[in-house]
């Protein structure tokens, strides 16, 4: 793996801090969250406050969804750093780290609400041209080198419903996820959530 969630832990911090109504640092709450998500995806049993909030696993998409030879890397997350939602680390035989994070709002309008905060918590660590896409709603999808680390990013934010997703291929640099293929999964990812997620 190219490293442990770091960018894929934005929607977390960015609901994390809206939540508490409150600024601070965004690389504080990301490291916390980053901790919290690390833990989970290696935990077998998760905390009984993830039990009260839900468990929202089942709406991630699978390994064999992206790819034949993709892997995931532990159990999803529930609830990362407490906040309602679940998320998954899946590894590409070429060495492609794929973060996927779902963050479960009270409706729809709190997840669209979050659209802003995560375009500019990204175009703080992603050195590339936001572009929108037509993944649920309010998607769009940034690609470039990674500001603060050496890696490529390629990234795609939607919500569907109250669901507010983020998924995230980093790769080595020089060597970008196609396009294509990270699009075609955010579209699996986004009919997965719309078929699973209760209204």
Partial sequence: MLRRISLGVAVFAVVALAVAGCGGSDESSSTTIESTFSMATTTPSAPSSAAAQGDYSSLLIKPSDIGPDVTANGAPGVNPGGVTGTGQVFETADRRDIIISIAVLPDAAAAAAMIQPMKDTIAEKVDGQQQPVDIGSNGFMVEGPAKKKSMQVSEV???????????????????????????EVARKQAAAVAAGLPS
């Fill in 157 to 183: 934010v939607f919500t569907q419903g109250r669901a507010l997703v983020d998924l995230e291929y980093d790769s080595a640099l020089g060597n970008p996820a196609p396009s294509d293929a990270v699009l």
